[in-house]
């Protein structure tokens, strides 16, 4: 038996943390790590934000828990919002983003079985796609390291080449329900969709009456610089997944779609005990508080536009670690030159916390409220590190 009580499922780093302030994570010994992680775009308004904490122990003091059997104040309040500021017309509120994912991919279904076609179930979806590991989603995600043991895929999900519109189009068929993506996969090494390609994929569902589904769990709220990535590209959805930064750390997600996408969600056919419940509408109403403030996402486009020149210049001085810089916001990754892990370990040691991602990517997703100085000291450690990096690979030759 090993030493420790939990599953093994995670490969975790010996480091346990005790406290989180803005930015900054410090650990059980005092060490103070810069946290560029965010609990993988979860942390939005980075930790112990004012206007969070004073929203939940607030809530916390009057009552936790109703069922959804019940109207939910905070909860109506928080669908309003985003219904007036999306596309969307509808939310169904959920406690994390494979959840809002199920949502969206049973809304999507009931739309058709409801107009009188219940063939068409079947969802496209695109190679480096992440959507969650429940049974469905990690069938949508189609990557065979997740659906490895867990007996048959679930039915209705193919995939194509990540991007391969063509490809898309030539397996659209009259079982064709929807087509889900992320706008700019995360996961999958902060590859963000051509918005030519968007628009093409919105007309082929438009032709063949499909609905097109987006994945914002976790470029949404604010991570690209816009309230969601969509936004850059003229594209709406009909329905839309969102979770991480919503909660700001407080576990929440929701399905958002128009009146018409979720036109087939009637009384009894899907449900939560806990979704939506007054903790998590309180945190997500005081998240949007913050995020709609005018100005917020301006000062995020201008740092992260500090951030990324330079990081550009940190690859261009270490091409033989760094290759280039990709994304958008603070959604930003360094695919690297040598393996990722080498260098996401590099930027540990000099207490610097970022994520790595697939196409050998490092994912850098820091809070909204970085400060310019945040920036500067990241810049910093990160420089170090590739120049630590780079005179090793020299050195070995
Ligand atoms: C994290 C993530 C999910 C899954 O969210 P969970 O809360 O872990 O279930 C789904 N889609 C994307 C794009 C994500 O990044």
Not at 72 to 91: H, M, W
Not at 289 to 308: H, P, Q, S, T, Y
Request: proline share 4%; net charge negative; hydrophobic share 45%.
């Amino acid at each position: 038996m090993s030493g420790s009580a939990l599953y093994e499922t995670f490969a975790r780093a010996p480091l346990a943390f005790e406290r989180g302030e803005g930015s900054w994570l410090i650990a059980e010994n005092g060490e103070r790590y810069l946290d560029f992680a965010g609990g993988i775009a979860v942390n939005s308004l980075g930790h112990s934000h004012p206007h969070l904490v004073a929203a939940l122990t607030e809530q916390a003091a009057k009552l936790w828990h109703v069922s959804n059997l019940y109207e939910i104040p905070g909860q109506s309040r928080l669908g309003e919002r985003l219904v007036e500021n999306t596309f969307a017309d509808k939310v169904f509120f959920t406690n994390s983003g494979a959840e809002a994912l199920e949502a969206a991919i049973k809304t999507a279904r009931r739309y058709h079985y409801v107009k009188g076609h219940p063939e068409r179930f079947r969802i496209i979806t695109f190679e480096g796609a992440f959507h969650g590991r429940t049974l469905a989603t990690i069938a949508a995600g189609g990557q065979q390291k997740y659906l490895e043991g867990f007996g048959p895929k679930v039915e209705g999900f193919d995939q194509v080449a990540f991007d391969d519109v063509d490809a898309a189009e030539k397996l659209i068929s009259d079982e064709t329900a929807a087509i889900l993506l992320e706008p700019v996969q995360g996961e999958g090494g902060i590859r963000p969709f051509p918005t030519a390609s968007l628009k093409r994929i919105r007309q082929l569902c438009d032709k063949h009456g499909i609905l097109l589904i987006f994945d914002e769990v976790q470029c949404g709220i604010g991570r690209t610089g816009k309230l969601f990535a969509y936004e850059w590209t003229g594209v709406e959805p009909d329905i839309m997944a969102i979770a991480k930064g919503i909660g700001g750390g407080f576990p929440m997600g929701a399905c958002l779609a128009t009146a018409e996408a979720a036109s087939g969600m009637t009384p009894g056919v899907h449900g939560t005990t806990f979704g939506g419940n007054p903790l998590a509408m309180a945190v997500g109403n005081a998240v949007l508080d913050i995020v709609l403030e005018d100005g917020f996402l301006d000062e995020v486009n201008r740092k992260a536009l500090l951030m990324k020149q330079g990081l550009a210049a940190i690859a261009d001085e270490y091409p033989d670690v760094i290759e280039g810089i990709r994304g958008t916001g603070f959604m930003l990754g360094l695919k690297c030159t040598m393996p990722n892990v080498r260098v996401n370990a590099a930027l540990r040691d000099r207490k610097f916390l970022a994520v790595p991602a697939g196409d050998n990517v490092i994912r850098l997703l820091p809070p909204l409220t970085a400060t310019d100085e945040d920036i500067r000291e990241a810049l910093d450690r990160i420089g170090a590190g590739a120049k630590n990096l780079s005179e090793m690979a020299a050195d070995a030759g």
